[in-house]
């Protein structure tokens, strides 16, 4: 049995709710989505038999069928059939609002309104896992199957002997270690250093320096912390104050917060640089910060009130004391910050959802390599957050409705070329509907007698190929 560490309770194993780190990092392991991300950054089939059939629908629709494997099981031993993935994708809105989905026997058909090059990309997300639901049960095809009776801060899971992944150990424990008050992992070290703890992927690189006997894998990550403006805030939807925020904000003393050495990981853009390396241009300047506040002629009649991620995240190690930095810097330039926590994930979704807020300091961890799926998470209307569409795969924090990212976003869609993404990085420069912070890496700790460790495309670890000595 495999023991694995993190800081935040587990509120949801459903993957169409979930959008934190650990919550995701359990549901990788208990179901599948029908392709998966190769390391080419290509989608492979994983339930499906081969890769999409392609015709021409009537009145200039996109037809595309899959073949649902014959060999694919539920860990229940029962056989998953086209309805079981017609179901669950229906309820997906970035497939369901593309494509008509409809199922016979083993056959899938999407019937898109409009070419999507990607669409099977879409399929690879973690949201568009198969799920067989049967009441409050929710059963999967993937390596592992939850044990009955797991509570938010302690979950089981066991080998599921009819995955397609197949496990190499008997199953996982994963414990909560909640940080100390001042937010510092001490628990969760405490008990890496002590063997209470075989594996984490939830420390930061400056909070693993001191850990001895154990092994330290560094790989870049593939997140960026952000700073949210929420332009549905009357102060807020005025250009000019965006920038004043962008000019007041140190991002390289940001980053001096959460790592020793900043500069290796003070963003660039919004894009973490495996996916972009041209910088946004946004210069730490507070005296033309203050001018531009000045000029502007908006004066805020009452503190902005910063919503905070609810607990560490990799790319954000140090919520609460990097907000108060920023609330700092932008205090310098006569803006007034209150600083919002929140209690856990299904607070910070319920008011995010509510758009209670004008500004959120959080991030988003990218779901592929691709970066189009990165940049429709954080600045597509449709990805907009909403009672109806969760933050799980809605990011648009800042409520960002712009018809010309829309279109730029669909281009780029349509023609992956890096015209099409200097296009729509140009908008993000243009309109700063958010301030990028910095960089979250991806950081493995655990025990030498825990071998074989692999990550994802997108960083996730393969806990199904891990094998204990």
Same mark, same amino acid.
């Given at each position: 049995m495999?023991?694995?560490?993190?800081?935040?309770?587990v509120?949801?194993?459903?993957?169409?709710?979930?959008?934190?780190?650990?919550?995701?990092? #359990?549901?990788e392991?208990?179901?599948?989505?029908p392709?998966t991300?190769g390391?080419?950054h290509?989608?492979?089939?994983?339930?499906?038999?081969?890769?999409?059939?392609?015709? $021409?629908?009537l009145?200039g629709?996109?037809?595309?069928?899959?073949?649902?494997?014959? %060999?694919?099981?539920? +860990?229940?031993? +029962?056989?998953?059939? @086209?309805?079981?993935?017609?179901e669950?994708?229906r309820?997906?809105?970035?497939?369901?609002?593309?494509?008509?989905?409809?199922? &016979?026997?083993?056959?899938v058909?999407?019937?898109?309104h409009?070419d999507?090059?990607r669409?099977?990309?879409?399929?690879?997300?973690?949201?568009?896992s198969?799920?067989?639901?049967e009441g409050?049960? &929710?059963?999967?095809?993937g390596?592992?199957?939850?044990?009955?009776?797991?509570?938010?801060?302690?979950?089981?899971?066991?080998?599921?002997?009819?995955?397609l992944?197949r $496990?190499?150990?008997?199953?996982?424990?994963?414990?909560?270690?909640p940080? +100390?008050?001042?937010?510092r992992? %001490?628990?969760?070290?405490?008990?890496?250093?002590?063997?209470e703890?075989?594996?984490?992927? @939830?420390? !930061?690189?400056?909070?693993?320096?001191?850990l001895k006997?154990?092994?330290?894998?560094?790989q870049?990550?593939?997140?960026?912390?952000?700073l949210?403006?929420?332009?549905?805030?009357?102060? &807020?939807g +005025?250009?000019?104050?965006?920038?004043a925020?962008g000019? $007041?904000i140190?991002?390289? *003393?940001?980053?001096?917060?959460?790592?020793?050495?900043?500069? *290796?990981?003070?963003?660039?853009?919004?894009?973490?640089?495996?996916?972009?390396?041209r910088?946004?241009?946004?210069?730490?300047?507070?005296?033309r910060?203050?001018?531009?506040?000045?000029?502007?002629?908006?004066?805020?009649?009452?503190?902005?009130?910063?919503?905070?991620?609810w607990?560490?995240?990799?790319?954000?190690?140090?919520?609460?004391?990097?907000?108060r930095? #920023? !609330?700092?810097q932008?205090?310098?330039?006569?803006?007034?910050?209150?600083?919002?926590p929140?209690?856990n994930?299904?607070?910070?979704?319920?008011?995010? *959802?509510?758009?209670?807020?004008?500004?959120?300091?959080?991030?988003? #961890?990218?779901?592929?390599?691709?970066?189009?799926?990165?940049?429709?998470?954080?600045?597509?209307?449709?990805? #907009?957050?909403?009672?109806?569409?969760? @933050?799980?795969? @809605?990011?648009?924090?800042?409520?960002?409705?712009?018809d010309?990212?829309?279109?730029?976003? %669909?281009?780029?869609?349509r023609?992956?070329?890096?015209?099409?993404?200097?296009a729509?990085?140009?908008?993000?420069?243009?309109?700063?509907? /958010?301030?990028?912070?910095?960089?979250?890496?991806?950081?493995?700790?655990?025990?030498?007698?825990?071998g074989?460790?692999?990550l994802?495309?997108?960083?996730?670890?393969?806990?199904? /190929?891990?094998?204990?000595?």
């Open positions: 495999l023991r694995v560490g993190f800081f935040t309770p509120h949801s194993l459903d993957p169409e709710v979930v959008q934190d780190y650990v919550c995701g990092q #359990i549901i392991q208990l179901y599948d989505a392709f991300m390391r080419n290509e989608p492979v089939p994983l339930l499906f038999a081969g890769r999409l059939s392609r015709r $021409a629908g009145g629709s996109v037809e595309l069928t899959g073949t649902v494997r014959e %060999d694919v099981r539920f +860990s229940d031993g +029962s056989p998953l059939r @086209a309805e079981h993935v017609v669950s994708l309820r997906v809105p970035s497939v369901a609002g593309k494509a008509r989905i409809d199922g &016979l026997g083993q056959q058909r999407f019937t898109l409009e999507d090059p669409f099977e990309i879409r399929l690879s997300h973690r949201w568009a198969i799920v067989k639901r409050d049960t &929710l059963t999967g095809t390596p592992f199957v939850v044990r009955p009776g797991w509570t938010p801060e302690h979950v089981v899971v066991d080998r599921n002997p009819y995955a992944r $496990a190499y150990i008997d199953g996982v424990e994963f414990r909560v270690y940080p +100390s008050a001042d937010g992992p %001490d628990a969760l070290k405490r008990a890496i250093a002590s063997g703890v075989d594996f984490t992927t @939830a420390l !930061a690189r400056d909070d693993v320096a001191e006997g154990v092994r330290k894998d560094f870049p990550g593939i997140s960026t912390a952000t949210s403006l929420n332009l549905e805030h009357p102060a &807020l +005025s250009l000019e104050v965006r920038r925020i000019e $007041a140190d991002r390289a *003393a940001v980053a001096r917060v959460c790592y020793e050495n900043p500069h *290796a990981f003070t963003a660039r853009s919004v894009l973490p640089p495996s996916m972009w390396r910088p946004d241009g946004m210069r730490h300047d507070p005296r910060a203050r001018e531009r506040l000045l000029a502007s002629g908006v004066h805020p009649g009452r503190p902005l009130r910063m919503l905070t991620i607990g560490p995240r990799p790319y954000m190690p140090l919520p609460q004391e990097t907000a930095v #920023i !609330a700092q932008l205090d310098e330039i006569g803006l007034r910050v209150e600083i919002v929140t209690d994930s299904l607070d910070y979704r319920s008011r995010t *959802a509510g758009g209670a807020y004008d500004m959120v300091l959080g991030g988003w #961890i990218a779901d592929t390599p691709d970066p189009l799926d990165f940049l429709d998470a954080m600045f597509g209307s449709q990805s #907009i957050p909403n009672a109806q569409r969760p @933050a799980a795969y @809605a990011n648009n924090l800042s409520r960002y409705r712009s010309e990212m829309d279109a730029a976003l %669909d281009r780029y869609r023609e992956p070329a890096e015209g099409s993404l200097q729509v990085m140009d908008l993000v420069t243009r309109d700063v509907p /958010l301030v990028p912070l910095f960089y979250g890496p991806n950081i493995v700790v655990h025990g030498w007698h825990v074989n460790v692999q994802t495309a997108v960083g996730m670890p393969r806990l199904e /190929l891990i094998e204990i000595e």
